[in-house]
């Protein structure tokens, strides 16, 4: 059974409901017949006994009775005639009349059960039951009041086999008309469920060629629709493109990080050799150490940077939120680079007063310091750097402002790539990461980046923070 097609098994099932539901049906069936095909017999002996007191009539004497000159039947009682209509004796579907007297002494008529009904009284209008050789018979009774048959009585008998034949009839359409339905319904079933199921197939067959293939731009193409299964093929489909862009990023990550490792590597190396190719002076020596050095720094710096943003990118659930004091941490983290003054560069800010925020601590104190650090790194002799937190509406914004050397239209698309540097003014600074990081940092607080740049002038980068009283309230 666990290695059957799931179409095979949804027919399976679907046809043992069917069963059991079409003999449901069937005793269904049969018992309701035999309710109302007994219904009828009893309804039907009623009428007929009741039809039959019209047949019996009452005559002073014979001379009297017979004037009409019909075919009937003449019995004496009380004094008088009694003219029985000739129809009074035909057996009319399998109903049998007998008349008697008050004390059940047969007079006239026909009684298939005569002796068995002795001991059964007379009553008027109410139907009794007899069981004769285990076949049921069903008794009714009527007293005559018409003058002259006072004291006379009209029994009806009838079997309940009756039925019979027409339960029979019943039984065998619906033997013959069930399995047919039954045919019908899973053949039906079992073709729908192959059509419904094909997209699965499908989205099978095209997990499988990407299994084999490695080819994660293919798409699953079962056409239009709004069911569960286009559902699950465009869940797929979405998954497919989003592992090929994490596979895409992953493989320029990693070449991109081979590229930028390669070079302190390689001044390593060099330094290296050159050290060991024979005895040196200890300047050369001290003057080595030194280039090995700051290249292993540099190194360092990268390598964790990567680090950083791989987590940012892969895990940023595991940094969490609560609300904070931005002027606060604004502030803390300005009045600390301020004493950096790279350049004769003065950093001045101003932070608002206890600008509330749902945020992570860490995140935000890096992504300013990496805002700050660039400002100071492209910034001009003597320049100025301002730093400008403040609440406009349904928004916080935060600014960072230099008037360095800027960045040019053609670079600015571009800032927030990984190890991504514009022209060589801009070159051989830093890492590559750290605008890559802001822009992942304020995607994590759902905030959005913008910049305003003019060569020769500087650069603006605000920070949008959409501020809400549910993020406020976390």
Known sequence: MKNLPIRVKITIWFTAALVVIISITYLAILSVSRQVIQKTIRDSLIEAVSHNIDEIEYYKSIEEANNNGDLDYYVSYNGGILEIDDDFLDEVNGIFTALYDSNINFYYGENPIAKETMSYPLSDSVIQTVSVNSTLYYIFDKALTQPGLEGLWLRGIVSEKQGEGEISSISRFSLIALPILLVLSVTGGYLIAKKMLRPIQEISEAASHIEKGGDLKKRIEIGNGKDELHQLANSFNEMFKRLDESFETERRFTSDASHELRTPMAVIMAQCEFILEKDRSPEEYKKALTVINRQSKRM???????????????????????????????????????????????????????????ANRYLLTRMLGNLISNAYKYGKENGHILVLLERKNDEILLHVEDDGIGISSEDLPHIFDRFYRADNSRSGKGTGLGLSMVKQIASFHGADIEVESTPGKGSRFTIRFAFTEEKDSR
Not at 316 to 339: I, N, T
Not at 347 to 353: E, F, H, K, R
């Open 300 to 358: 360092t710096v990268l390598i964790n940077d990567m680090l950083d943003y791989t987590r940012m990118e892969m895990k940023a659930d595991s940094y969490e939120r609560q609300p904070l004091d931005l002027s606060q941490l604004v502030r803390s983290v300005c009045d600390d680079m301020a004493l950096i003054r790279d350049k004769g560069i003065i950093l001045s800010y101003d932070a608002g007063d206890s600008i509330q925020y749902c």
